[in-house]
């Protein structure tokens, strides 16, 4: 069992940045790398970003060079450095992990940009 749960949302102006952290516990080390989805009203989830274990990372061209994954050293917390926030980033934002058996999802956190 893995546990994650999200912080750093919130409501911010075009333009601005937000970080969001995730934070996991349990049997973190089944963890096959892990990443963040998005999801807005009305639409179908989306991948955002990915960091394998050996710290590769994988990006939607969406938020490609604006937005950075990161992961600490212990590997139990993962980041979202978002930068230059447009209406379009406005959705709730989870993190995952997945393992050879399932995923794992937090509950997600809301990020809401105004125009």
């Known amino acids: 069992q893995v546990q994650l749960v999200e912080s750093g949302g919130g409501l911010v102006q075009a333009g601005g940045s937000l970080r969001l952290s995730c934070v996991a516990s349990?049997?973190?080390?089944?963890?096959?790398?892990m990443g963040w989805y998005h999801q807005a009203p009305g639409k179908q989830r989306d991948m955002v970003a990915f960091?394998?274990?050996?710290?590769?990372?994988n990006y939607a061209d969406s938020v490609k060079g604006r937005f950075a994954i990161s992961r600490d050293n212990s590997k139990t917390t993962l980041y979202l450095q978002m930068n230059s926030l447009n209406a379009d980033d406005t959705a709730v934002y989870s993190c995952?992990?997945?393992?050879?058996?399932?995923?794992?999802w937090g509950q997600g956190t809301q990020v809401t940009v105004s125009s």
């Open positions: 995952y992990c997945p393992t050879k058996r399932t995923v794992y």
């Open positions: 349990g049997s973190v080390f089944n963890c096959n790398g």
């Open positions: 960091i394998t274990n050996d710290g590769s990372t």
